[in-house]
């Protein structure tokens, strides 16, 4: 189970329990009372949903999917919290009903330490797409 040293480590520590299509490593990655937005908007508190939300998707449409994950920046607020953004592709495979393709994502996500230990506490989920025609971009597409 991938755990985070330090708050650099969240994306790639999600990154690899989604390849693994490990709920329980995931779950681990967030305090108890974490909430989480996915990229749709629906918004979960605790990490027994957050686990449920994750579940169903990796044993079906996104079974065969995988994430590579990216860090922008790390924004201290003080020694025990941090804000961290990140890029996301995920690449879904043939389980899903549209079939293989790409989706990039920004992720905002708050890290505090408790007890000695970097969790995620909050974490969002924004999908890029074009506001004129709700298209789905990809970032290599749009020069970032």
């Known amino acids: 189970m991938t755990q ?6 969240a994306p790639v520590a999600f990154q690899i329990a989604w390849n693994r299509h ?16 996915n ?10 949903q957050i686990v449920a939300l994750h579940v169903p998707i ?8 995988s994430l590579e994950n990216e860090l922008i ?21 043939a389980a899903h009903p ?16 408790q007890a000695g230990e970097w969790r995620i506490k909050a974490l969002e989920n924004v999908t890029l797409t074009n506001p ?3 298209a789905i971009v990809l970032r290599d597409s749009q020069g970032s």
Do not use: C, N
Not at 74 to 91: C, K, M, N, Q, Y
């Open 22 to 37: 490990d709920m329980e490593s995931l779950g681990a990655l967030f305090h108890e009372d974490a909430t989480f937005v």
């Open 58 to 65: 990796h044993a079906t449409i996104y079974s065969d999917s």
């Open 4 to 9: 985070i040293k330090q708050p650099e480590d």
């Open 39 to 48: 990229r749709f908007g629906h918004y979960v508190r605790g990490v027994d």
């Open 132 to 134: 004129r025609t709700g």
């Open 73 to 93: 920046d790390s924004i201290p607020l003080g020694e025990d919290a941090v804000v961290l953004h990140f890029w996301s592709r995920l690449t879904a495979g």
């Open 98 to 113: 549209a079939g293989p393709h790409a989706v990039d994502t920004v992720i905002l996500a708050v890290l505090t330490r």
